[in-house]
């Protein structure tokens, strides 16, 4: 079944110093009532009848401890888990390599929390104590996470012996918390992110302070399935032991001793009814990887296989050592890279999506511009138009003065003229033109009217005297006579 992941940001609330400083007290989210990521769930009616086992279970951690003083390389595990054995017989047990930090001092309860899209969702919480004076290293770590804003993920543990698989999804059917995780939260020295198996497990609160401890109830002895709840990307073997679940018959236990590229080899061993070992035997399975870092199992391809060992010189053995050891330091130095082009890309990511909102925002603001240029065109193009017939008439009104001065307003009503005119209000090359046309007709038209004046010059006499000009006596001989 393809699950689709939502990241529910639950962050850190503080970390406070009180007066009792050996104490800090924490607040987990367990898991949700969905399907994990490792394709297994617990109903809602099932934890109901196991919260009460969570009381007196360790918080544990697997804490690498920095390279140096200062060097902020420090980080933290996962379960850590490998095959060891029993020390009365001697039979193979599932192990952890992490220590107990703290422990949780009541039993688990069921509340409602809003995710990042504002949905209710029930989930699972559980409340202890971190061990800070004893353990202030990894304090000191979840208090750089919280500081950073990085949300601190953890992986619940549990053993249940009633279960039930359907098209591939286990649902557990009766368990007991058998502790919780908390996984390292970010690629750092070296160690990669691990994803919790439920979104839901972080961490929500972790506040110094002083708390009693519950009493401990005492738990019936049971033989239980051990069963972590733990997605590494970087590692496909929590994958596989989810698939192959839905292989093995009842009383049939595995572990994957080998992963390949395309095939694993897993170490199968079975009871009988009376718990006598039927078999013990190694089988390769063929696998193939999917979308969303899925794995599929090729069940038709088992086969039982044996280990194959050879002979060679101590000389070849160490040329295979020198090799081994370079290829192991190349392996460290393409990791290294594969992290950093990861920050890179999700550097990437982030800047894309800022980018692709301002985008749609600039996309909506155009649209909406866009439509207000369409309703605001008819009256630009009105308005535009206004203003050309004002421009034109001033032309019309400046240039007939112009013609009509020199007598020629048949010209100025002639179709060139006009014409001219009606070019004379753009502000470009044409207009110019047409304005320079129109000066130059002025001025052949003034300059041929001065040479038509100046052939009949006019007769003027002068009189050197102005006196006695107009007769003094009104009679007639005095005023008309010679």
């Given at each position: 079944?393809?699950?689709?992941?939502?990241?529910?940001?639950?962050?850190?609330?503080?970390?406070?110093?009180?007066?009792?400083?050996?104490?800090?007290?924490?607040?987990?989210?367990?898991?949700?009532?969905?399907?994990?990521?490792?394709?297994?769930?617990?109903?809602?009616?099932?934890?109901?009848?196991?919260?009460?086992?969570?009381?007196?279970?360790?918080?544990?951690?697997?804490?690498?401890?920095?390279?140096?003083?200062?060097?902020?390389?420090?980080?933290?595990?996962?379960?850590?888990?490998?095959?060891?054995?029993?020390?009365?017989?001697?039979?193979?047990?599932?192990?952890?390599?992490?220590?107990?930090?703290?422990?949780?001092?009541?039993?688990?309860?069921?509340?409602?929390?809003?995710?990042?899209?504002?949905?209710?969702?029930?989930?699972?919480?559980?409340?202890?104590?971190?061990?800070?004076?004893?353990?202030?290293?990894?304090?000191?770590?979840?208090?750089?996470?919280?500081?950073?804003?990085?949300?601190?993920?953890?992986?619940?543990?549990?053993?249940?012996?009633?279960?039930?698989?359907?098209?591939?999804?286990?649902?557990?059917?009766?368990?007991?918390?058998?502790?919780?995780?908390?996984?390292?939260?970010?690629?750092?020295?070296?160690?990669?992110?691990?994803?919790?198996?439920?979104?839901?497990?972080?961490?929500?609160?972790?506040?110094?302070?002083?708390?009693?401890?519950?009493?401990?109830?005492?738990?019936?002895?049971?033989?239980?399935?051990?069963?972590?709840?733990?997605?590494s990307h970087s590692d496909v073997r929590s994958l596989l032991y989810t698939q192959l679940e839905t292989f093995l018959g009842k009383k049939e236990y595995s572990y994957i001793s080998d992963v390949y590229e395309t095939y694993f080899v897993v170490n199968t061993y079975k009871y009988d009814e009376d718990d006598n070992l039927e078999y013990d035997k190694y089988f390769k399975f063929?696998?193939?990887?999917?979308?969303?870092?899925?794995?599929?199992?090729?069940?038709?391809?088992?086969?039982?296989?044996?280990?194959?060992?050879?002979?060679?010189?101590?000389?070849?053995?160490?040329?295979?050592?020198?090799?081994?050891?370079?290829?192991?330091?190349?392996?460290?130095?393409?990791?290294?890279?594969?992290?950093?082009?990861?920050?890179?890309?999700?550097?990437?990511?982030?800047?894309?999506?800022?980018?692709?909102?301002?985008?749609?925002?600039?996309?909506?603001?155009?649209?909406?511009?866009?439509?207000?240029?369409?309703?605001?065109?008819?009256?630009?193009?009105?308005?535009?138009?206004?203003?050309?017939?004002?421009?034109?008439?001033?032309?019309?009104?400046?240039?007939?003065?112009?013609?009509?001065?020199?007598?020629?307003?048949?010209?100025?009503?002639?179709?060139?003229?006009?014409?001219?005119?009606?070019?004379?209000?753009?502000e470009n090359e044409e207009g110019s033109n047409a304005i320079l046309q129109l000066n130059s007709m002025l001025v052949d038209m003034v300059t041929s009217n001065k040479e038509t004046n100046s052939e009949k010059p006019?007769?003027?006499?002068?009189?050197?005297?102005?006196?006695?000009?107009?007769?003094?006596?009104?009679?007639?001989?005095?005023?008309?006579?010679?």
């Amino acid at each position: 079944m393809k699950q689709k992941r939502h990241l529910f940001e639950i962050q850190l609330n503080s970390i406070t110093d009180t007066d009792n400083p050996t104490k800090s007290e924490v607040e987990f989210i367990l898991h949700g009532f969905e399907v994990s990521h490792n394709y297994a769930f617990i109903s809602k009616e099932t934890a109901k009848k196991s919260l009460h086992t969570l009381n007196g279970m360790p918080i544990v951690a697997r804490y690498y401890p920095v390279s140096e003083a200062g060097a902020n390389d420090d980080a933290l595990g996962s379960h850590e888990m490998y095959i060891d054995k029993y020390r009365e017989d001697g039979s193979e047990i599932v192990a952890m390599d992490t220590i107990p930090i703290g422990v949780f001092t009541e039993d688990a309860y069921i509340k409602t929390i809003i995710d990042n899209e504002g949905n209710e969702k029930e989930v699972v919480v559980g409340k202890g104590i971190l061990w800070t004076s004893r353990f202030p290293n990894v304090v000191g770590l979840l208090k750089e996470w919280i500081d950073e804003g990085i949300n601190v993920l953890s992986s619940m543990e549990i053993l249940y012996d009633t279960y039930r698989v359907e098209n591939g999804i286990t649902e557990v059917l009766n368990y007991v918390y058998e502790g919780h995780c908390i996984l390292n939260s970010e690629d750092r020295g070296g160690h990669n992110k691990i994803y919790p198996a439920y979104d839901e497990s972080k961490l929500t609160k972790l506040v110094a302070q002083a708390i009693n401890q519950k009493d401990k109830e005492e738990k019936e002895n049971m033989e239980f399935f051990k069963k972590v709840y733990e997605l590494s990307h970087s590692d496909v073997r929590s994958l596989l032991y989810t698939q192959l679940e839905t292989f093995l018959g009842k009383k049939e236990y595995s572990y994957i001793s080998d992963v390949y590229e395309t095939y694993f080899v897993v170490n199968t061993y079975k009871y009988d009814e009376d718990d006598n070992l039927e078999y013990d035997k190694y089988f390769k399975f063929n696998y193939s990887k999917g979308e969303n870092d899925s794995i599929v199992i090729d069940g038709d391809s088992k086969v039982e296989v044996t280990i194959k060992r050879d002979w060679v010189e101590v000389s070849q053995f160490e040329s295979i050592q020198n090799e081994l050891k370079e290829v192991s330091t190349q392996l460290s130095e393409k990791e290294s890279k594969v992290n950093e082009l990861e920050k890179q890309l999700n550097t990437i990511s982030t800047d894309k999506k800022t980018i692709e909102n301002k985008f749609n925002t600039a996309s909506e603001t155009i649209v909406q511009l866009n439509s207000k240029v369409d309703e605001l065109t008819p009256f630009k193009e009105q308005f535009q138009q206004q203003e050309l017939d004002k421009a034109l008439n001033e032309k019309k009104e400046f240039y007939g003065g112009k013609f009509e001065a020199l007598n020629a307003k048949e010209k100025f009503e002639s179709e060139e003229v006009q014409e001219l005119i009606n070019k004379t209000v753009y502000e470009n090359e044409e207009g110019s033109n047409a304005i320079l046309q129109l000066n130059s007709m002025l001025v052949d038209m003034v300059t041929s009217n001065k040479e038509t004046n100046s052939e009949k010059p006019a007769i003027r006499e002068v009189s050197s005297k102005r006196e006695n000009l107009i007769p003094s006596s009104d009679d007639f001989d005095s005023r008309y006579s010679l």
